[in-house]
Structure formats: structure tokens, C-alpha cells
């Protein structure tokens, strides 16, 4: 059940939730990088990985990326780290420095036909096929919303183990028992990430799960952005996000 949305903070305000120790876990697109037209179009800034880096240090190694993207596309933008990541909604995962780790996850074939096909007919809708998850963003042909809902829905209907999200100009078939905020509480039982407090910063509707984890266990959710949500923050875009993150170095 969402919650009234909060007013927005400032990274100053918003950096002295962080006095005691914390675990740091953050989405990736529209929280660490602007959204862009496609997924292969996101442009982040040369800055990020070092400072990324240096937050894993000032961590103590609890920081994480949770993400709908796959792993190796986020190991790809932050280059040369390797973070602790939970990709795809957490169907893939991975502590830092350690091997990938794939969940069992539904067979999404037919929806990955029901997608392609409707992209056929119009190139602006982008077909994203990853581990667990088939998403269909539209942000180039916004007045197809419904009819990428839809699609999706229908070709989803009769699946069993599946669920469908829509996001930010996307549509997203996914395993239904895997989520981020599933990703978050198996993190927050494991080495650096154990008895810390976890702070999760996201966007979306996928992040609204890693809201609900972090609550239970009396951490701190930070929406980005408008948009009602289970966060107890808010702040206001990703430039925002990233001048948190460098106050949180000093």
C-alpha cells in the first residue's frame, strides 16, 4: 500500500541519514544515470565509476547496485569496477570480486514473440531480452502505451511464475518471486552488507519492493523524482543523487 508521497529533500539534508553504519544499494537507470531513448543511448557522467569506488570504500564494501538491467551491462558502464550487483530484478547476482550467480526462472518465450512482433511493426519500440525479464520500452512512441500494456499482458496471461510491470515508458514481464526487494534482504544476510542499517535509492515502480525491504528492516527508502511511493525521502533527479553521493565522501 503506497503512502502519501514526501516533499522533496536536499543532498544535504538527505546526508546526515547516514551517521550510522550503513549499506548503501542503488538502482541504476534514472537514479545513477539519466533515461534515456533506448537502453544502449544512457551517457554517465566520467566521474561516476571512481566515485562509485570510493563510496565501496567509505562503505566498507556494502554498497550495491539492484537493477532491472542485466549484470553484465552494468559491470559494462562501470568499467573497471565490479560491484555487487543484483541484475534483472534480482535473477542474476553477484558480491563483489565473486562469480554471477543466475536464478531459475520461467521460460518467456512466447512473450519474447508477442514483443518482437509488435516491434516490427514500429522500429521506435526497443525489445530488451534478458535473464528472466523481457521488457518492451516505448519511450520513442509514447502514444503506444497501451497497446505495449496490452500486448504484454496478453502474452503473458497464461504464464505461470510471471508478472507484468510498467514502468517509465516500459513494459516489463519478469519472474513473479524475484524482485529487488527480494535481492536487498538476501544481501542484507550476507558479508559486508550484514547489520547495517540499508538505504535504497531508486525511481520507479520496480524500486517500490526495495522501499518495502529497507522499511522492514527500519532502514531508509529515497524516491527520485515524482510519483507516489513507499519511500520516506525524496529527491529531486540524478544530478541531486550524485552530488548525495560526493557529500557522503567528505
Known amino acids: 500500500m503506497h503512502v502519501s508521497p514526501p516533499s522533496f529533500s536536499s543532498p544535504a539534508d538527505l546526508s546526515d541519514l547516514f551517521a550510522q553504519p550503513s549499506a548503501l544499494f542503488l538502482d541504476f537507470d534514472g537514479t545513477l544515470a539519466e ?3 533506448t537502453p ?11 566515485m562509485l569506488g570510493m563510496l565501496q570504500q567509505r562503505f566498507d564494501g556494502a554498497l550495491a547496485i539492484v537493477s532491472g538491467r542485466p549484470v553484465a551491462q552494468l559491470d559494462a558502464f562501470l568499467a573497471p569496477l565490479q560491484l555487487t550487483c543484483a541484475g534483472t530484478h534480482g535473477a542474476e547476482r553477484r558480491l563483489a570480486g565473486g562469480p554471477l550467480v543466475q536464478m531459475p526462472v520461467p521460460s518467456l518465450t512466447a512473450v519474447e514473440a508477442a514483443a518482437a512482433a509488435l516491434a516490427a511493426r514500429d ?4 525489445v530488451e531480452r534478458k535473464h528472466g525479464a523481457l521488457a518492451l520500452h516505448y519511450r520513442q512512441a509514447p502514444e503506444r502505451a497501451a497497446l505495449c500494456l496490452d500486448t504484454m499482458r496478453a502474452a503473458a496471461h497464461d504464464l505461470p511464475g510471471v508478472t507484468v510491470l510498467h514502468g517509465k515508458m ?3 514481464v519478469k519472474a513473479a518471486n524475484l524482485d529487488k526487494g527480494g535481492a536487498i534482504r538476501d ?8 547489520g547495517r542499517i540499508p538505504v535504497f535509492i531508486g525511481d520507479d515502480v520496480t ?4 522501499f518495502a525491504a529497507v522499511h522492514a528492516a527500519q532502514g531508509i527508502g529515497i524516491k527520485v523524482g515524482a510519483g507516489t511511493t513507499l519511500a520516506g525521502y525524496r529527491i529531486s533527479d540524478p544530478a541531486a543523487v550524485h552530488l548525495l553521493l560526493r557529500q557522503l565522501l567528505n
Open 35 to 37: 533515461l534515456a531513448s
Open 123 to 126: 522500429a521506435r519500440l526497443v
Open 187 to 194: 544481501f542484507m544476510h550476507l558479508s559486508p552488507f550484514a
Open 207 to 210: 524500486d517500490e519492493s526495495g
Open 170 to 172: 516500459v513494459v516489463e
Open 40 to 50: 544502449d543511448a544512457v551517457v554517465l557522467p566520467p566521474s561516476l565509476p571512481g
